[in-house]
C-alpha cells in the first residue's frame, strides 16, 4: 500500500510561520535594543550628577582647607599653643577612662597590681599613649603581662625600668592604647567560632552519614 500520497497539484505550504517567527523575533530586538539604549543613558545621566557632585564637593574642599590655612597663619603664635591646648582638652575629655580600665582589668594577670596611671598624649581616634606603674611578685609576671598585652592588640607595652622593692618587682611601661583594635579582635574571633563551629557540624554530619551507611 503506497502510504502519505499526495495528488494535489498544488501542495499546501506552511509559508506564515517563517515571516511570523521572523516578524516576533525583529520586534524583540528592537525592543530589546531601545531597552539597552535607554538604560545606558540613564547610567551615562547618573555616572554625570556623579562627576559633578565629586568636582563640587573638591571644590569645596579646597576652599575649606584654604580658609584653615588663612585662619591659621593669622594666628599668632601664643594663639596657636592656646589652640592645641584647647584641642588638647577636648581629646582628653573624649577619652574614655572607664573603658581604659576595663581593658586594663583584662590585660593583667594575677600577681600584678596597678600603682599608677598617667596620660602622656591623646590621639583623636580615642587612643592614647600611657605611663604605667605596677607591681608584680616576680618578673614572670611582668613578662606574662607583656604578652598578654600583645596577644590582645588593644595595648603594646614597652619595659622601661624594673626595680626590686619589699612590695615586689616595681616596674615601668610606656603603653600605646587603642582601643579601636578590640573590633578587629572580636571579628576575627567571631570568624574563627564560625568556621569552628561550621567544621564542627560538617564532621558530625560525615559521621552521621558513615554510621547510617554501616547500618
Excluded at 576652599?63 to 585662619?71: E, G, I, M
Excluded at 581593658?103 to 596620660?119: F, K, M, N, T
Excluded at 616595681?170 to 571579628?187: F, I, M, Q
Aim: proline fraction near 2%; include cysteine; glycine fraction near 8%.
Amino acid at each position: 500500500m503506497i502510504e502519505n500520497l499526495n495528488l494535489a497539484s498544488d501542495p499546501f505550504r506552511n509559508r506564515t510561520l517563517p515571516w511570523t517567527v521572523a516578524a516576533i523575533v525583529a520586534c524583540v530586538s528592537v525592543v530589546a535594543l531601545i531597552f539597552t539604549v535607554s538604560q545606558f543613558r540613564q547610567t551615562r545621566d547618573r555616572v554625570s550628577v556623579v562627576e559633578r557632585d565629586v568636582r563640587g564637593l573638591r571644590t569645596e574642599e579646597a576652599s575649606l582647607r584654604a580658609k584653615a590655612t588663612a585662619v591659621t597663619q593669622s594666628l599668632s603664635p601664643d594663639q596657636l599653643r592656646t589652640l592645641e591646648a584647647a584641642h588638647g582638652i577636648i581629646d582628653r575629655r573624649n577619652f574614655s577612662w572607664s573603658r581604659l580600665f576595663a581593658d586594663l582589668e583584662g590585660s593583667l594577670p594575677q600577681g600584678v597590681r596597678v600603682s599608677r596611671i598617667a596620660v602622656r598624649d591623646v590621639a583623636h581616634s580615642g587612643g592614647a599613649e600611657l605611663e604605667l606603674a605596677v607591681v608584680a611578685r616576680s618578673t614572670t609576671d611582668i613578662t606574662g603581662m607583656l604578652g598578654t598585652m600583645a596577644q590582645g592588640r588593644i595595648f603594646s607595652a614597652d619595659l622601661l625600668t624594673e626595680n626590686k622593692s619589699d612590695k615586689g618587682i616595681e616596674s615601668t611601661l610606656r603603653v600605646r592604647y587603642t582601643p579601636g583594635a578590640r573590633s578587629a579582635t572580636v571579628t576575627n574571633a567571631v570568624e574563627s567560632a564560625s568556621r569552628t563551629g561550621d567544621d564542627s557540624m560538617t564532621s558530625g554530619a560525615s559521621r552521621n552519614t558513615g554510621q547510617g551507611g554501616a547500618q
